[in-house]
C-alpha cells in the first residue's frame, strides 16, 4: 500500500503538504503553549486585594489567557500606598504596570510624567456613561490619565425613624440640623446631634470641603490656583463645628475621631446624624444593627439659597509610562472598568459604581435601594483641589484647620497662616502652564 503511494506521484505530494501542514500546526501550538504570559503588576491596599482577586482577576485572566495580574497587597493606609508608588517612580525602576489611584493622587502622578495619556483610547461615547465628576478627576492640563473603577461621595446619614416620629424633613440647612439635633437631644432620643471627623488626617480635609462649600467658601481654585481659606464664609464653616461641640451638638472629642469612631456611636444608635461615606449603609443594616431598617441619607446641609456637596471620593486606574507592557494593561482596564465587570464587583464588594446606568441597575437596586438617591447626591460633588501640590496643600490645611478647632489657635490666626503658605508653596512650585483642566 505504501509502495503503491509513493509511485503516484499525485498522492506523494498531497501526503508531504499535509505532513508539512501538521508539522507546522504542532510547532505552533507547542510555541503558544511555552510562551509565558504577560504579567501586569498592581499594587493595592491589602484589604482591598481580596475582593479585587476574587471578583475581577480570576475572570479577567479566564477570559485573557495571556494576560497575569500580579496583586501586590501593600499598607492599609492609603497614604503609604502612595509613598510606595511615589518611591518606585522616583527611584526610575518602578515595577508597577497598572496604577490603582485614589482621586487625589491623579493630578500629582501626571504632572510628574508617570503616567501614559489616555485621552484617545475611549471615545465621547464610551466615556458618556462615566459620572461627569469621576471622569473629571482624571483630567490634568486636558488630557485623560485615569479611569474610574468605583467612586466615593460623601453623605449625611440621618436617623429617618427618629424624624418621621416627628413629623420632621430631614434637613436642608446648617440652622435646620442643629434645631433636630437639640430637639432630639432634649427628648432623650439620642445622645448626640450630629458627628463628624475631626482627626487632623485626610478625613479633616474630605469633611470639611462639604461644610465649605456649603457657606458658599472654597478652599483652591485647581484652574486659577486662587486660595479662599482666608475669607469670611472659611470662619464661618469653623466657627459651625466649634459651636456643634460648644453646645454639644457633636461629641467634645470630634477632634480625635476618625470614620470608624463616628460609625459605631451612630449604629449603636446614639446620635441622629452622621457625615461619613457610602461604606456605612450595609454595616448600620446589618441583622444585628440597632438602627437596621431606621436610617436616610442625603447630601451635606447649606446655607439657604445654596445646595449641599459631598466630597468626591473614589479610586481609578492609570498605566505607568515605564511599563513594558502598555498594550495589555489598557485591555485589562477596559476589562476592569466595563460595566458587566463593575456590576459583578458592585454585587459582590460592595462599592459604589463610577458608571452612571448601574446605579438604577435593577439588580443593584434590589440589593441596594439607596444606589439612586447616591447617583443623585453624587451630580453635586465638590472635589478636592486637583493639582500636583496636594499632598502638601492638604498636609498645611490639616496642621491650621486642626489648631483651630483645638483652640490653639484663633481661627483668623489659622487661616491667614494657613492662606500665605498655601500661596506661597503654589507660587513656588507650579510653572504657570501646570493649571488643572478637565472636559
Known sequence: MIRTIFKNPSITLVSMFLIS???VILLSTHQ?????????????????????????????????????INLIAGPNATNLIEDLYTSAFILGDSPYD??????????????????????????PQELADFSPTDIGAGYYEGKLYRIPIRSDVGVLYYRQDLLNQQGIKPPQTFQELQQISNLLKQQGKVKWGYLWQGRQYEGLVAMFVEIL?????????????????????TLKAIAFLQEAMAQQISPPGSTTYMEED?????????????????????????????????????????????????????????????SKHPQEAWEAIKYLTSKEVQKNFILNAGFIPS?????????????????????????????????PQYAQVSDILQRYLSAALTNHLSPETAMKLASSETRQLLAKNIPQNAVHSNT
Not at 33 to 48: C, E, G, K, R
Not at 109 to 118: C, K, P, R, S, V
Open 21 to 23: 501542514f501538521l508539522i
Open 32 to 68: 503558544v503553549i511555552s510562551t509565558p504570559p504577560v504579567v501586569l503588576n498592581l499594587l493595592l491596599t491589602a484589604p482591598d486585594a481580596k475582593p479585587w482577586r476574587e471578583n475581577i482577576i480570576q475572570e479577567f485572566e479566564y477570559t485573557h489567557p495571556g494576560i497575569k
Open 98 to 123: 497598572l496604577i490603582n489611584m485614589d482621586v487625589i493622587w491623579s493630578g500629582k502622578f501626571a504632572a510628574a510624567g508617570w503616567l501614559l495619556d489616555l485621552t484617545d483610547h475611549l471615545t
Open 213 to 233: 462649600q456649603g457657606f458658599g467658601g472654597f478652599w483652591i481654585n485647581s484652574d486659577t490656583l486662587e486660595v479662599g481659606l482666608d475669607q469670611p464664609e
Open 262 to 322: 463616628t460609625r459605631r456611636i451612630f449604629q449603636n444608635g446614639d446620635a441622629a446624624f452622621l457625615r461619613s461615606w457610602p461604606y456605612v449603609w450595609p454595616l448600620a443594616n446589618a441583622q444585628d444593627s440597632p438602627i437596621k431598617n431606621k436610617i436616610g441619607i442625603k447630601a451635606m446641609v447649606a446655607i439657604p439659597q445654596k445646595t449641599g456637596s459631598g466630597c468626591l471620593g473614589g479610586w481609578g486606574l492609570g498605566i505607568a509610562k515605564s
Open 355 to 387: 458608571r452612571i446606568s448601574l446605579f438604577t441597575d435593577p439588580d443593584v437596586v434590589e440589593k441596594y435601594p439607596h444606589y439612586p438617591k447616591l447617583l443623585e447626591i453624587s451630580k453635586g460633588t465638590v472635589y478636592r483641589p486637583l493639582i
